[in-house]
């Protein structure tokens, strides 16, 4: 088998993957355990086409796929959030960070470098993580560890399927597996901690 159609092959499984994570994600938001923060999906869907488009102009090959699948399906996500209304707090540190990431998102188009696009939309990326993570640090076991888990090996693919692996195409999906391990962290210390306190 050739380097191409091993990344093809990567990419696909990371597509796979994300299908497998998301499917009981949209089900347990439509039987309300999971409760997705509007305003973090809506950053991160819209942010993660614009890292697809990046990617692609990049060279990423194969890997750009797997990353444009994952906008379609991120979108999806914002779509049932906004029609469930499944995450209706919302604080003013969560409208600073939805119009910080909504406001550096066209940024990357007057950046002319894929470099700086995709430090730009991972700068955002990461914004959008702060309504849930402050949303997770109150209510631990509202979103499924699991899923997260699934996102990181996703993601660890993605990385593995890119046709070039420079710090322009690997840093968008390397930085959003870091940020998933981490909120994984804070859903298990403050499930433990809540139970510790009956809470």
Same mark, same amino acid.
């Given at each position: 088998?050739?380097?191409?159609?091993?990344?093809?092959?990567?990419?696909?499984?990371?597509?796979?993957?994300?299908?497998?994570?998301?499917?009981?994600?949209?089900?347990?938001?439509?039987?309300?355990?999971?409760?997705?923060?509007?305003?973090?999906?809506?950053?991160?869907?819209?942010?993660?086409?614009?890292?697809?488009?990046?990617?692609?102009?990049?060279?990423?090959?194969?890997?750009?796929?797997?990353?444009?699948?994952?906008?379609?399906?991120?979108?999806?996500?914002?779509?049932? /959030?906004?029609?469930?209304?499944?995450?209706?707090?919302? %604080?003013?540190?969560?409208?600073? $960070?939805?119009? =910080?990431?909504? !406001? #550096?998102?066209?940024?990357?188009?007057?950046?002319?470098?894929?470099?700086?696009?995709?430090?730009?939309?991972?700068?955002?990326?990461?914004?959008?993580?702060?309504?849930?993570?402050?949303?997770?640090?109150?209510?631990?076991?509202?979103?499924?560890?699991?899923?997260?888990?699934?996102?990181?090996?996703?993601? /660890?693919?993605?990385?593995?399927?890119?046709?070039?692996? %420079?710090?322009?195409?690997?840093? $968008?999906?390397? =930085?959003?597996? !870091? #940020?998933?391990?981490?909120?994984?962290?804070?859903?298990?210390?403050?499930?433990?901690?809540?139970?510790?306190?009956?809470?």
């Amino acid at each position: 088998m050739d380097a191409l159609s091993f990344q093809a092959l990567l990419s696909a499984a990371a597509m796979a993957l994300t299908f497998v994570a998301y499917v009981p994600y949209f089900r347990s938001i439509r039987a309300g355990t999971t409760k997705p923060h509007l305003f973090s999906w809506v950053v991160w869907g819209t942010n993660t086409s614009v890292a697809f488009f990046a990617t692609l102009s990049a060279e990423g090959g194969a890997g750009a796929w797997a990353v444009g699948f994952s906008a379609a399906v991120t979108l999806a996500v914002a779509a049932i /959030a906004w029609t469930t209304r499944s995450e209706i707090r919302i %604080t003013r540190s969560d409208w600073g $960070f939805f119009i =910080a990431g909504l !406001a #550096a998102i066209p940024l990357w188009a007057v950046a002319n470098d894929p470099l700086w696009a995709i430090v730009l939309v991972t700068g955002v990326e990461l914004l959008g993580f702060g309504p849930t993570v402050r949303k997770s640090w109150h209510r631990p076991w509202s979103e499924p560890v699991g899923f997260l888990g699934i996102l990181v090996v996703r993601n /660890a693919l993605i990385v593995a399927a890119l046709g070039q692996r %420079t710090f322009t195409t690997v840093f $968008f999906p390397a =930085a959003m597996a !870091a #940020a998933c391990v981490l909120l994984m962290g804070v859903l298990l210390w403050r499930r433990r901690q809540l139970a510790a306190v009956g809470g």
